[in-house]
Structure formats: C-alpha cells, structure tokens
C-alpha cells in the first residue's frame, strides 16, 4: 500500500508569506510524488479552540482552502477537505478519549505555558480561563491522523510532542483492544525556511511582522518597503545573514538569481533599491496565483463544491475505519 500522508491546518485567518514558504508550497511539492496517498485538511474544529469569532472561523475556510488552491494544489489528485465535514473524526475524538491517559495531557507544552502564564500572573487557580479544547488539543489531533491511518505528518517541529501524543494513544488502542492502528510518525522537513518577517523576527501572526501573499500590488510594494534594515549607505557593501530583504529574496529566486542577488548587495546596492528589486520578483511569482486566488474568493460555492467532493473522497477511508474501530470497542448493531 501506498504511504498515507495527512496533514492539517488551522484555520484562524489568512495565509502569509511564511505560511507559503514554510508550509503550503513544500506540502504541494510532495504532494506531487505519486508514490504517496496525500490528504490535506481545514481544522475548523482546532481553530474553535483559539478563535472565538464565528464570522472569522467562516470566512478562514474561504481564504485558506482558495490560498491551497491557488498555490496550485490539485484537488483532485489529493484529498483535499474540511474537517467538520468528517463526522468520523468527532466520533473517533471520542473514543481516543477514552484511550488517552490525563497525565499525558498534562504534560502537552501548550497547556502548560497556560498553567505557567497563570503562576507568572500570581493567579492561585493554575487552570484559570482554561478550556477543555485547548487541554483536549492533542486528542483531536490524534483523531485527524488516526480516522485515516495516516503514516506520516508532515508538521512544524512545535508539533512533535502531539504527533508522540498520537502515537501513545493509538498504542494504548491497540493493546486495549486489537492491532488496528499504524504509529503515525513525524516528518520534519529540515530543508524548509523559516521565514524572517519584517522586523527580522520569525515571520508570524503573533509578531504582527508578516508579509501577506494575496495582498494587491500596491499594498505588496508598500509592505516590501516596511522591512527593516540596518543603517549602511548606498554603495557600502551589505552582508547577506540576518537580512531578512535578502532571506525571502532567496526563498522565491532561482539559484542564479540569488547569487546576483547577493553580488548587488556585497556591491553595495542601496537598501531602497534592494526592496524594489524584491518587491518585482514576489510579484512576478504571485500574480498569477493572486489571480486564482481573487478569482475562487468571488465564487466561494466552487471551493465548497471541491471541499464537499473532497469530503466524499475522505469518508470513503474514514467511515469503513470507523465501523471497524467502534466494532472493536463493542459499538455495533445488534443481532
Ligand atoms: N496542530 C496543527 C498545527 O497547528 C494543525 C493540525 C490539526 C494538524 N490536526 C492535525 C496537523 C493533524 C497535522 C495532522 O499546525
């Protein structure tokens, strides 16, 4: 059988710049290998446990599923859908449930850094304003993978300890009742940049410092003029590390282009002239997939056809898995 590779995304508003880099384009690169079975996911559900805005958990669906499809993921050659639209997945979080140890939850980083920030803030309730989504994270994760027996995720390295989570659960499954899942393993991807966002700090939403990918043109040019740069003149020569003008410089050239790229610096070309330069090749890259992109956004019920496809796609693996696990748990009709 072909290798099974899932991997999801949360949706909490619109991609940027390191999203691109870091995550869609490789993921539609391996996607292309017709070695492996891939399935791609909106986690509608994980975006709850963050985004409390109704109207922004709608409209994400909308600019992360035509940003995928923008940048060229074919839709019909992966699996390509909405986690909310698998009720196998809810079903199966359940049972994992009831697989899952607490004291591993306990011990997932991001609930911690919750308890953590309430020691720091002197707060004696450690578990104060902590919901059971943000604690259960791990577990509906491990759900995503498991409805499908996926073998390999490939994720950021911030998601390594849900991927061991997974596995803990799935093997406590399996030696509970029978041998019936494969021990998802993790796939980091150590070619991949990290993105520098406009203050050199890691591009990210958090930082408020990222670079949008279907932004117009001029917003794009005037955005590109935003990154921060030292204080060297025209004609100085400029050095290429911790600049991050000339790291997504690199992310979007050819090799050549990259390697003029960093003679025009070491030549001392000015900081103004270096963000044009940029700004001319980020445009030329994205317009086209812009063009798609704008293009899907005014027709949201052609994405919600592909994602309704792809969710009949999807259930065809989940909903049989599903019958199977719950007949191992003693679920099944009577007779
Ligand atoms: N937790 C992942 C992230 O924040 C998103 C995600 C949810 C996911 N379910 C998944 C990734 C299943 C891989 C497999 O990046």
Partial sequence: MKQRILTGVTTTGTPH?????????????????SEVDSFFFLANYHGLIKCKDPELIHQSILSVAATWLAAGLDYEKVTFYRQSDIIEVPELNWIL???CAKGLMNRAHAYKAAVQENLDKGINDVDHGIEMGLYCYPVLMAADILA????????????????EMARDI????NHRYQPIFNLPEVLIDEDTPLLSGL????????????????????KLRKIIMKIVTNSLEPGEPKAT??????????????????????????DGIAWGEAKQVLFQKLNDVLAPMREKYEY???????????????????????????????????IRILK
């Fill in 148 to 163: 499908f027996n996926a073998n390999l995720v490939p994720v950021g390295k911030d998601q390594i300890q849900h991927l």
């Fill in 296 to 330: 899907l956004i005014a027709y949201p019920n052609e994405i919600e056809e592909i994602l309704q496809y792809g969710a009949q796609k999807a259930r065809k693996v989940t909903a049989p898995l599903l019958q199977e696990i719950k007949s191992a748990v003693g």
């Fill in 170 to 173: 799935a093997a406590r499954f």
């Fill in 241 to 266: 590390d911790d600049s991050s003008l000339y790291e997504i410089y690199a992310a979007f050239a050819t090799e050549d282009e990259r390697k003029a790229f960093e003679n025009a610096l070491k």
């Fill in 17 to 33: 710049l390191g999203n691109y880099v870091g995550a869609i384009r490789p993921a539609i690169l391996a996607s292309q290998n």
């Fill in 97 to 99: 449930t009831t697989c």
């Fill in 199 to 218: 203050d050199g700090r890691k591009m990210s939403k958090s930082y408020g410092n990222t670079i949008p990918l279907f932004e117009n043109e001029k």
